[in-house]
């Protein structure tokens, strides 16, 4: 079995630590994201084509950016309340 791209391995662990510290933010709080986003990851960690492997980062930068969104929509809630 060849060694996966090592950029592509420094992209999914940064991607990782980026939507684990948006999860601290999550509504439903870190606790319920940590683990599924733990889950999520492992799913995909025997994935050795580096095509696949880029089309999964892609998807967790989708999924980075909905939450984006989502806690700047709450902020938004939140200020407007007030």
Do not use: C
């Amino acid at each position: 079995m060849p060694s996966p791209n090592p950029k592509l391995r420094q992209q999914v662990i940064a991607i990782y630590k980026q939507l684990l510290y948006l999860g601290r933010d999550y509504p439903q709080g870190y606790n319920y994201f940590r683990p599924r986003l733990h889950r999520a990851f492992m799913a995909n960690a025997n994935l050795t084509d580096e095509a696949e492997i880029r089309q999964a980062i892609a998807r967790a930068q989708f999924v980075q950016k909905e939450i984006e969104a989502l806690q700047v929509g709450h902020l938004r809630i939140f200020t407007y309340n007030n």
